[in-house]
């Protein structure tokens, strides 16, 4: 081989070599993004300790086998910034590293909690000023995913600097998110592993018009969520018509799961999942894992409606139509399939009062067969059969042959 000849098979070399460094490179939250937070039940409490034993219990549980891949730090985690500016973690995480390599260890992705103010809403310092810094920091430590929560940037920065108008406040607000997106995608691409980008503004002037753009994979469409019906209803509710937002890499976040916490009944642990599921929501459980009953794994753990979240048509579910107290919320699936949700979500109607499903009213003929994603039997529908519903339970049901 001349020296040209040579010089020619080296530069294709090279050049294959990189786009397999590329395509090695995955896209990241392709589905709904999935895993565990430590705020809704430990809140303030949470500790490498705490984050260990998570980790631990989703491969325990089963959960990790069934998608569950994220152990996500909220907030409390920070410690001071030292002379060059460099945040460092607080005495409940004597090592941050150590702690990711732990969690990567067991298979498993680990996330952390900053925003874009001076203080995180729980008062610790964030990263107003250090975005770029802290953003090599947490590629450094091994951080796969970063929820940013706007927090004391509002007054921080919004309401002192344009007191008196709103719209510029939102556009301060939304210049503060792709500063961080932009120093994520230059901390990932230096590191060479991608970091999920998480928007937490409480659904402030539309995420879902602007957060991917500037490199959002998932943006809160509401305040925070409570262990509450009522919390998880109204949220549910305030998803409609957010739909059309939704798809691979980037999804409407009506927040954390509640599963398995306070005093939800089995019917509305169910309902909240499901509903989730429908939703193309990310699936983040928020419960006690080491103390978790097993009806709630169960909940979780449930792979048919796992299946529904995580469809890779990305395609997120609508509300179909309200009978009084009664909800029918449609989702289109890969493949041609369709689910189908029917929801009690009233106190008021009693199962001997049953709701009869009109299958034309979402688009079916009047005689279907699919799986009842509860029970996990075959279900019959025909139009305007009797289904009877406990108050705040579901039918959840996967057609994978609808018939018109
Ligand atoms: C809230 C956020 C919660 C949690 C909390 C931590 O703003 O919505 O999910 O992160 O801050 O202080």
Redesign the pocket.
């Known amino acids: 081989m001349n020296f040209r000849l040579r010089f020619f098979v080296l530069l294709v070399a090279v050049a294959m070599l990189s786009a397999t460094a590329v395509i090695a490179q995955s896209p990241v939250a392709q589905t709904p993004p999935m895993g565990w937070n430590s705020?809704n039940y430990f809140?303030g409490k949470v500790d490498d300790k705490g984050i260990r034993a998570a980790a631990d219990q989703i491969v325990a549980t089963g959960m990790k086998d069934a998608g569950y891949i994220y152990v996500n730090i909220?907030?409390?985690w920070e410690g001071e910034r030292d002379a060059s500016g460099v945040i460092h973690s607080n005495a409940k995480f004597p090592d941050m590293k150590a702690l990711a390599d732990y969690v990567h260890s067991k298979g498993l992705k680990i996330g952390i909690?900053s925003g874009p103010g001076t203080k995180?809403?729980?008062g610790f310092p964030a990263s107003l000023g250090h975005e770029e810094q802290d953003a090599e920091t947490y590629a450094e430590w091994g951080i796969d995913y970063l929820?940013y929560?706007?927090?004391s940037f509002r007054d921080d920065v919004m309401q002192k600097q344009d007191p008196d108008d709103k719209a510029a406040q939102m556009k301060l607000m939304i210049a503060a998110y792709e500063k961080m997106g932009k120093a994520l995608q230059a901390a990932s691409a230096k590191n060479g592993h991608p970091i999920v980008f998480s928007l937490?503004q409480?659904g402030w002037d539309s995420p879902w018009e602007w957060a991917p753009a500037l490199g959002g994979n998932l943006w809160?469409t509401t305040?925070?969520i409570q262990a509450r019906w009522q919390s998880i209803y109204d949220i549910a509710s305030q998803q409609s018509g957010l739909e059309k937002y939704a798809g691979p890499g980037h999804w409407n976040d009506p927040?954390?799961l509640e599963v398995g916490n306070g005093k939800l009944s089995l019917a509305e642990n169910r309902t909240h999942f499901s509903w989730w599921a429908m939703l193309a929501a990310p699936l983040l459980a928020g419960n006690d894992l080491p103390n978790m009953k097993p009806e709630v794994n169960a909940i979780l753990t449930n792979r048919d409606v796992i299946a529904i979240d995580q469809d890779p048509l990305g395609k997120q579910g609508k509300h179909a139509y309200s009978d009084g107290e009664v909800e029918v919320w449609t989702r289109e699936l890969q493949g041609g399939a369709l689910a189908i949700a029917v929801i009690n979500v009233g106190s008021d109607r009693y199962s001997t009062h049953p709701f009869h499903l009109d299958l034309a009213r979402i688009g079916l003929g009047s005689q279907q067969t699919g799986k009842d994603l509860w029970t996990g039997k075959t279900i019959n529908l025909t139009n305007n059969e009797p289904i009877e519903l406990p108050s705040h339970d579901i039918l959840l049901v996967r057609l994978d042959h609808p018939q018109s």
């Open positions: 705020w809140a909220d907030d409390t909690y995180t809403c729980a929820k929560d706007l927090c937490c409480y809160r305040g925070d927040d954390m």
